[in-house]
């Protein structure tokens, strides 16, 4: 889509600029910063950042810099999941982890560093000068979603789901926080920093959260259907340390119904916008059928 | 001090209220956040906050929750500090640190969490409902003093230094950016959440910037002198660990009167607050006096 590798230009160009200097001439945390981030994301929720933005009417400039926040605070999770004490993974997008390029410690750090990046950035925004109550209103949903009640409550759920089987609803619970959070706060933070009203943002924040449903579904289905190579990190991984998931629960085939059902109800929650939505009704499509 | 117990009873009272509820039960890491942020540490980032919002007439309820959120983020890097990949201590504000409590997952978790949510107590403090403008450039300021040309980058040049000697130049900015960069937040945001004017704000800046130098010194000397019973930490660890400090590279005399002259030095720049600026004074002074 050419919309979506326009969106993806701009968002790498800035987030090169965004990344500090460093002048105090210890380079590995702000090296591994650049290396995390340059690892070839999808960007996915910077992009849907950005196009709940324009659907809604909002200048893409003044929120340019949320949208950068919101792949700072993508990328230190991926980060710090791959740590040796949390999922122990060494390879992320084709490359080696952080911490087997740069060590623990610095892999530690530049998660860190990343994190409060992405606040400074946030802070610092053309948003900031030209829309301060908007801009501290997605602030407070960046924390909130990345939080102990968002990201990373997710992120506990999994810790202490492992080597368990849990049921459905706790699965749902823990995607619902762990994926999920992110990409609502994406399309919300479009949404409020356009200055939408509660119908567009409501609809908004349905087809996030039934695409990011659909989201950790496809990505269950492609542990265990994918290859190492194409998905750029291990795959069965999920089979190896024992994690419950939509396979594991529900099968291969209901698992497949289950993305594409979420992915229709993603779609169908965009009725307010009309034509306007292809974008977005494509997107939620090709994340349907991805392969990585 | 009367007016220290006061602060130090309402920052406390006021960070119980800010921890999330994780309602979605996996309380590990916000347990873990509770447990590391109620480890009764000495609160000086806040209270300077708050008392140099004082000093620059401003209004104290809209500081709080910066205070707290400063506070988070100190204890969030003590907790990543004392990681095993990091300084790997077991001990903290005299019980177990937090990896040594809750695991080594949890703590990187309940780290994150709270950093984070520092930057959500932010955004939705008094402050931001106010003075929009001024909690932006205020969280702005966190942000950059916390980030990797902040508190991180300090950290960075301390693991890079770790069983090297490194000069006193090197030992300066490491400490500027270590202990010093959430110091001169404290200061900085206390006035710019007041609107001090340049000249109150500049005094206060290098007030910061001599206490947290003296700051420094003093812990190097009590990892000498003190014990671990009242320092809470196992003293002698930097000798263990093989770093360069004041005390390794002036000898501990020359160490004390560096510590006497910050502290003078710090006293000095408050010029331009006359009688008013007694409290920092005898902070300042309390502070080289410390034992712990």
């Known amino acids: 889509m050419k919309r979506f590798e326009d969106y993806l230009e701009t968002i790498n160009r800035r987030l090169t ?35 709940c933005c324009r659907l809604c009417g909002g200048d893409l400039d003044a929120a340019l810099d949320f949208a950068c ?29 952080c911490h087997i390029a740069f060590g623990e410690a610095t892999a530690v750090l530049a998660g860190d560093a990343l994190l409060t990046e992405a606040f400074g950035a946030a802070a610092n925004s053309e948003a900031a000068k030209k829309t301060p109550a908007r801009a501290l209103e997605a602030i407070a949903l960046l924390a909130r979603y990345a939080g102990a009640e968002g990201m990373i409550g997710g992120q506990t759920i999994d810790l202490e789901s492992e080597g368990k089987t849990i049921d459905l609803t706790r699965l749902q619970t823990m995607d619902r926080l762990k994926t999920g959070a ?10 409020v920093l356009a200055g939408a009203n509660d119908e567009k943002r409501t609809a908004l924040v349905r ?11 496809v990505d269950d289905i492609l542990d265990v259907t994918g290859d190492t190579a194409t998905l750029g990190k291990p795959a069965g991984s999920d089979a190896q340390q024992q994690k419950s998931t939509y396979v594991s629960l529900l099968g291969l085939s209901a698992a ?37």
């Not at 087809?207 to 579904?217: K, M, V, W």
């Open 17 to 51: 600029q965004l990344l500090p200097a460093c002048t105090y001439d210890a380079p590995a945390v702000c090296d591994a910063m650049r290396y995390s981030l340059d690892g070839g994301g999808k960007r996915i929720r910077p992009v849907l950042l950005l196009e």
């Open 69 to 97: 926040a919101l792949e700072m605070i993508h990328t230190y999770s991926l980060v710090h999941d791959d740590l040796p004490c949390m999922d122990d993974d060494d390879m992320r997008r084709g490359k080696p982890a």
């Open 182 to 191: 992110l990409m609502r706060a994406a399309c919300e933070i479009g949404a």
């Open 207 to 217: 087809y996030a959260e039934a695409l990011g449903q659909a989201f950790q579904i």
């Open 256 to 292: 497949k119904q289950a993305a594409q059902d979420c992915t229709a109800a993603a779609v169908k929650s965009l009725a307010v916008f009309g034509a306007d939505a292809a974008f977005l009704r494509g997107l939620a499509d090709d994340l349907m059928k991805r392969t990585s």
